[in-house]
């Protein structure tokens, strides 16, 4: 058994989380640069909890320029075991109304313009993500959520787009009607494979302010409209969180679906011929293992 420290990644309009006790904004250094703010520790409901802005406080990153890497290397250098990433997204689901929430548990990653690993030349690793959420951690997001009344759908296919822009009505159209997706966002890749790569559960709870461009009834997005409802999401997501402690538990079995051991057989790169330079870098990431 471990101690369980969670970690909240929040998306646009949270910024914090209510009731933290000993709360103290912290700055983390890593060798992948700086976080995309200082990270608020402290506990809640006797269980450490961590949370970071995504896209800092006062919103200064677009959705290409939050420093993932270093985001999910100090929620590592922290001690962090169990990371829930919220974010804003539009909706390609009728039943998925504004408003409600998605525990999401696919991804479909459009991204192009980000650095996706913590592995490279000098030291190559290869993790599954066929999987890529714990479902542990999204079985407690699905129950917290669902206390606090808010309408939550378990289970979609999350499209992450590059942005910043929206979609155009023809990428909307395909997204839902030849993809498959459920839902549209710009922030959960690589996020998630960050995560996995450095051993931690990861769950998204995917908050949906908006119809995308699709809906016949609704038409572009409105993004005076998207932030109203983002107001109200953020509400419930706090209290969301709130909840989460009391589910998890602060001693920690280790993880029933192999999240916190994901790099057991992945690197590939044999030790003879690792890059010293690299191999310090992956010193929180990959620890365990190198």
Known sequence: MTQTKIAVIGGSGIY?????EGAEWVQVKTPWGDPSDKLLTGTLGGVEMVF???????HV?????????????????????????????????????????VIVDQFIDRTFAREKSFF????????????????????????????????????????AMEGPQFSTLAESKMYREVWGADVIGMTNMPEAKLAREAE????????????????????????????K????????????????PALLGADRAPCPHGCDRALEYAIMTQPDARDPAVVAKLDAVA???L
């Open 120 to 159: 490279g030349a000098g030291c190559v690793a290869h993790v599954s993500v066929a999987h890529p959420t714990c479902p542990r951690l999204s079985d407690a997001c699905e129950t917290a959520a669902r206390e606090t009344g808010v309408s939550v759908h378990r289970g979609g296919t999350y499209l």
């Open 200 to 227: 931690l559960c990861y769950a998204s709870v995917a908050m949906i302010t908006d119809y995308d461009s699709w809906h016949p009834d609704h038409g572009e997005v409105d993004v005076t409209e998207i932030i």
């Open 52 to 58: 970071l802005p995504r896209h800092g406080r006062g």
């Open 16 to 20: 914090d989380i209510d009731g933290l």
């Open 287 to 289: 620890g365990r293992v």
């Open 229 to 244: 409802t983002l107001m109200g999401n953020a509400d419930n997501a706090r209290a969301m969180v709130a909840g989460l």
């Open 61 to 101: 990153h677009s959705p290409t320029t939050v420093p993932y890497r270093a985001n999910i290397d100090a929620l590592k250098r922290l001690g962090v075991t169990d990371v829930i990433g919220v974010s804003a997204c539009g909706s390609f689901r009728e039943e998925m109304a504004p408003g409600d929430f």
